[in-house]
């Protein structure tokens, strides 16, 4: 399973319906605070990073998040 999928699997089990990862926006599918900190606090123990809930509104796909991810673990690496 890629990380795209991945993260696509969390939004699909937190808005409880099918999303796409480059056009399903996070305020399009009626997402608010909770939402977020439920995404943040899974993308944290899935892809094992401290993602900052700030990215889940600045980067708001799953296709941007999982950028981000990648962005995380690549400034981890250093």
């Not at 409880?16 to 439920?38: C, I, K």
């Not at 700030?54 to 690549?74: K, N, S």
């Amino acid at each position: 399973m890629t990380n795209e999928q991945q993260m696509v699997d969390i939004w699909e089990n937190i808005f409880g319906r099918q999303v796409r990862p480059d056009t399903d926006f996070f305020d399009d599918l009626e997402g608010d605070s909770m939402a977020a900190a439920a995404i943040v606090h899974w993308v944290n123990i899935v892809f094992g990073v401290q993602l900052p809930m700030i990215e889940v509104f600045d980067r708001p796909t799953p296709a941007e998040l999982t950028e981000a991810v990648h962005q995380l673990r690549a400034a981890a690496a250093r």
